[in-house]
Every structure is written in structure tokens, then in C-alpha cells.
């Protein structure tokens, strides 16, 4: 029978191999973990304010943009940590306006123009006085006739006008 195992040994030798005496087996070590930090700036932007403001030089009803918006801009830096190339923290270090917004600034009229002057007639002008009647005049009077002639009650002839109008554009007997 002995021949048998050995003889089944040779056409199956897998059959019947001897155990192999094993180490015994070592933890596998865990490998650390690769950290490293990075400085990560981040922007994003500030929305513009719109403001309305009366303007007294503008037609009332009317409105108009006199300053355009501009966006801000906001700069965070962080610093974040990764371990083994994954981010596991993320801490702000700073925060701060890069660039201000500008407002955006509607100007809204409110002028009303005054009203028109109303039209005021000139005073009538005084009536001249009478020209003489019957051919008496009075010397240095007032006549309306110009180059009318008259006589005065001291026999002399005078001319309505004769030296032209006087500096309120009157016009007077004048020998």
C-alpha cells in the first residue's frame, strides 16, 4: 500500500504535498498621510447700491442715471489643508474689500419753471393838453398840434413845437 501512495504521489503530486511550515504572518504598516497646506485666494464681487436723488436743475417728471454702478470686488484668502491631495479643512484667513462699489446714483428732477410774466399794457399816456382855441396859446404851454401857430394874448405869434419836445418828449408853444 505504501507503493500505491507513492506510486498516486507521482500522477497527482499535488495530491499529496507536505505542508510547508509558514512565518508567522507581520502587520502590513500603514503608510502616513502626505499633508500640506496651500494659500487659496478667492474673489467675488459686491453688488452696486442704487440711489435716487432730487435735482433741482432738471424738469420736474424727468429722471436721468448720473453716476453708473460699478461692482465692488471681495478678496478672501484661505488656507487649506490637504491630506493626501483631498481637501480636509478650509480656514479664512482674511477678508477684505479690493474694490469698493460704486453706487449707481438717479437724479430726479423737481424744477418747475415760474410762470411766464404776464403781459401788463403800459399805462395810457396822459392826453395832451387842448391846442388853443381861437388863436390864443399860452407862452411855455403845452400844445399837441406841432407847427400849429397861435397867437398869445401879448400879440406875439407862437409855433406848437418850434424848438422841439421837451425831456419828457412833450411838446410846448415856443415863440
Same mark, same amino acid.
Given at each position: 500500500?505504501?507503493?500505491? +501512495?507513492?506510486?498516486? *504521489? $507521482?500522477?497527482?503530486? @499535488?495530491?499529496?504535498? +507536505?505542508?510547508? +511550515?509558514?512565518?508567522?504572518?507581520?502587520? %502590513?504598516?500603514?503608510?502616513?498621510?502626505? #499633508? $500640506?497646506? /496651500?494659500?487659496? %485666494?478667492?474673489?467675488?464681487?459686491?453688488?452696486?447700491?442704487?440711489?435716487? #436723488?432730487?435735482?433741482?436743475? &432738471?424738469?420736474?417728471?424727468?429722471?436721468?442715471?448720473?453716476?453708473?454702478?460699478?461692482?465692488?470686488?471681495?478678496?478672501?484668502?484661505?488656507?487649506?489643508?490637504? %491630506?493626501?491631495?483631498?481637501?480636509?479643512? &478650509?480656514?479664512? @484667513?482674511? /477678508?477684505?474689500?479690493? &474694490?469698493?462699489?460704486?453706487? /449707481?446714483?438717479?437724479? $430726479? !428732477?423737481?424744477?418747475?419753471?415760474?410762470?411766464?410774466? &404776464?403781459?401788463? *399794457?403800459?399805462?395810457? *399816456?396822459?392826453? +395832451?393838453?387842448?391846442?388853443?382855441? =381861437?388863436?390864443?396859446?399860452?407862452?411855455? =404851454?403845452?400844445?399837441?398840434?406841432?407847427?400849429? %401857430? !397861435?397867437?398869445?394874448?401879448? =400879440?406875439?405869434?407862437?409855433?406848437? !413845437?418850434?424848438?422841439?419836445?421837451?425831456?419828457? !418828449?412833450?411838446?410846448?408853444?415856443?415863440?
Amino acid at each position: 500500500m505504501a507503493n500505491a +501512495a507513492v506510486e498516486s *504521489a $507521482r500522477h497527482h503530486p @499535488q495530491s499529496f504535498a +507536505a505542508p510547508v +511550515a509558514s512565518e508567522t504572518p507581520t502587520a %502590513t504598516p500603514t503608510p502616513d498621510p502626505v #499633508v $500640506r497646506y /496651500e494659500t487659496v %485666494t478667492e474673489t467675488a464681487p459686491v453688488a452696486f447700491d442704487r440711489v435716487t #436723488v432730487d435735482d433741482a436743475t &432738471r424738469a420736474a417728471g424727468t429722471t436721468a442715471v448720473t453716476t453708473a454702478g460699478v461692482d465692488g470686488e471681495l478678496t478672501r484668502v484661505y488656507r487649506v489643508t490637504y %491630506t493626501d491631495d483631498v481637501e480636509t479643512a &478650509r480656514e479664512l @484667513q482674511t /477678508e477684505t474689500v479690493s &474694490r469698493a462699489p460704486v453706487a /449707481e446714483v438717479t437724479s $430726479r !428732477g423737481t424744477y418747475v419753471a415760474p410762470p411766464a410774466p &404776464r403781459y401788463v *399794457a403800459p399805462a395810457p *399816456a396822459a392826453p +395832451a393838453p387842448p391846442a388853443s382855441s =381861437g388863436g390864443t396859446v399860452n407862452p411855455g =404851454g403845452y400844445c399837441g398840434n406841432v407847427g400849429a %401857430t !397861435g397867437v398869445a394874448a401879448n =400879440g406875439k405869434t407862437y409855433t406848437c !413845437g418850434a424848438k422841439g419836445p421837451d425831456a419828457n !418828449g412833450k411838446y410846448h408853444w415856443n415863440a
